[in-house]
């Protein structure tokens, strides 16, 4: 079975045309990222969110727990090589043609004219497909030049070959350094505004808030760039002011639509809010703060009536993300367009997001576009998938640094959060868990859905065993009964064995 496919190609194609094939493939891609960027107008954008709709909800949950961040890279090669198998295969049609009719001109027009409707039939953007095309034309027709002068041929070949390959390779290393380096918002690093100035004022405010902390942990405000990020797909949304609009819909009274202008006419705030990945590992790193800008969502939501019998709503997304959770959290949530006093980020959700206080990261809808009032509970896209994400989060206190002081103490440090809870106290064991004592916190933040950092220093004889835990504002201690983030968020007491040895000064 294993080798049908190479022996019908080798017995049909050959050598060179299989070359030229797989060149035009590479190349085709490479043209379409050239004109569109990392866009979702890239042939690959596309094909990606198929992709991660059709992955199996048991291999997303194992990639998320074992594979992480490289989920995401898997997903984007296996994209990568339809892409291209689709391109390789319109290429070698234009190549057998060609043969038949005994003109390679014919033979590249044909290749160029099916992957362009190919490739704008994916990104639904005819004017763009033109990037892949032409470059699948053009190595098509070269591929099926008849080698009329052996010898002059040959060496041209050679050199079309080794000009075809070097384009390809400067494409595709484009391309993985992108992937590499995660930059895929355009809009993230120019055009960016200064932030406005009370946020500035507010953020200087707060930063004196932060712990003195030796070890090097986030403080308190993350930066946009610090953010954690997570998508279902490799390819944000991107979407201008212009283009966005919110509808409530469903079981309404009435349903309306609404711009990004009539939000500026609403009431603004800015709030401190803190997200955490239901994903995460627990001592995981998918857990920031910012400081965003935005409206109440309430007002919005009593305008419509809302006659929703299960008192759910479903929430939509430009992504085709989804989520659906109970009116009451909705009802408390908030429409943020700014992060820490500028625009939202592409990769935050621009132009507009939710925010909602104290639930899962999941719940916090990006490039939001729809809320949509049920009559019946439905799953959400990670609900589908085995997780359950969209109620308030646990509590928990990080322990992301360990540092040896000039004093010779050590000084364990990190943040505690536990959602609209809050944290009223972080307690440290040195000793296992057999004895414990209170961490120094730092002074709570305004808003009421935000971590706190602690922070804790001792004499170390020879090796501790550090364990630390949260006590939440309602006097619950953090579960200490140890489970894996899937499908419930993870659980236990975080612990790190230390020893001063082990730091060199
Ligand atoms: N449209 C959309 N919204 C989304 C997601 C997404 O993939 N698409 N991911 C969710 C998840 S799982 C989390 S944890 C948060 C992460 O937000 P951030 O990327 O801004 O940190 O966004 C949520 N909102
Ligand atoms: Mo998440």
């Not at 939501?301 to 430009?318: G, I, K, T, W």
Request: proline fraction near 5%; charged fraction near 25%; include cysteine.
């Amino acid at each position: 079975m294993k080798d049908i496919v190479p022996r019908a190609l080798s017995e049909e194609f050959s050598q060179a045309e299989v070359v030229f094939a797989v060149l035009a493939g590479i190349v085709g891609v490479a043209g379409s990222y050239a004109v569109a960027g990392y866009t979702r107008q890239f042939i690959v954008a596309p094909i990606d969110a198929m992709v991660v709709r059709l992955t199996p909800g048991e291999i997303v949950a194992f990639m998320i727990q074992n594979v992480g961040e490289q989920g995401h890279l898997i997903h984007i090669i296996i994209s990568f090589g339809i892409a291209m198998a689709i391109l390789v295969a319109v290429a070698l049609v234009g190549l057998v043609i060609a043969r038949r009719l005994d003109r390679p001109v014919a033979g590249g027009f044909l290749a160029g004219i099916l992957s362009w409707g190919v490739t704008a039939a994916i990104t639904t953007e005819p004017a763009l497909a033109i990037g892949a095309a032409g470059p699948v034309m053009v190595f098509t027709a070269v591929g099926a030049a008849p080698l009329s002068e052996p010898e002059h041929d040959l060496s041209r070949r050679r050199a079309l070959v080794s000009g075809a390959g070097a384009l390809s390779f400067i494409g595709l290393s484009v391309g993985v350094d992108r992937l590499i380096t995660g930059n895929n918002d355009s809009d993230d690093n120019e055009d960016r505004q200064p932030a406005n100035e009370e946020i500035a004022a507010l953020m200087n405010e707060v930063d004196e808030q932060s712990l003195d902390i030796a070890g090097d942990i986030p403080g308190l405000v993350s930066t946009f760039e610090e953010f954690y990020n997570v998508d279902i797909a490799e390819f944000d949304p991107d979407l201008s002011v212009e283009d966005w609009s919110l509808t409530f819909t469903g079981e309404v009274g009435e349903e309306r639509e609404v711009t990004f202008e009539d939000l500026q006419e609403l009431p603004t705030e800015h709030r401190f809010v803190t997200l955490r990945c239901v994903g995460e590992d627990l001592n995981g790193q998918k857990l920031d703060t910012a400081v965003w800008t935005g409206t109440p969502i309430k007002p919005l939501l009593e305008e419509v009536d809302p006659r929703s019998e299960c008192e759910c709503a479903m929430l939509r997304a430009e992504d085709d993300y989804f989520v659906e959770f109970p009116i009451d959290a909705l009802e408390d949530g908030f429409l943020a367009w700014e992060m820490n006093g500028q625009a939202l980020p592409q990769s935050h959700g621009h132009p507009v997001r939710v925010l909602i206080p104290g639930h899962w990261g999941e719940t916090n809808v990006k490039w939001l576009s729809k809320i949509e009032l049920l009559n019946e509970e439905m799953d959400g896209y990670w609900e589908q998938r085995g997780w359950h994400g969209t109620g308030p989060v646990n509590t928990v206190a990080k322990l992301w640094s360990d540092t040896m002081l000039e004093n010779g103490n050590l000084e364990v440090a990190g943040h505690a959060y536990a959602g609209t809870r809050k944290i009223d106290r972080v307690s440290v064991s040195t000793d296992g868990g057999d004895t414990w004592t209170d961490a120094e916190l730092s002074d709570p933040l305004p808003g009421e859905d935000v971590w706190r950092q602690w922070r804790y220093e001792f004499e170390p004889d020879e090796s501790h065993e550090v364990v630390v835990r949260a006590i939440d504002g309602e006097g619950n201690l953090q579960t200490e009964e140890e489970s894996s983030s899937f499908p419930r968020g993870a659980s236990g007491w975080v612990s790190k064995s230390v020893n001063p040895m082990d730091y060199s000064s």
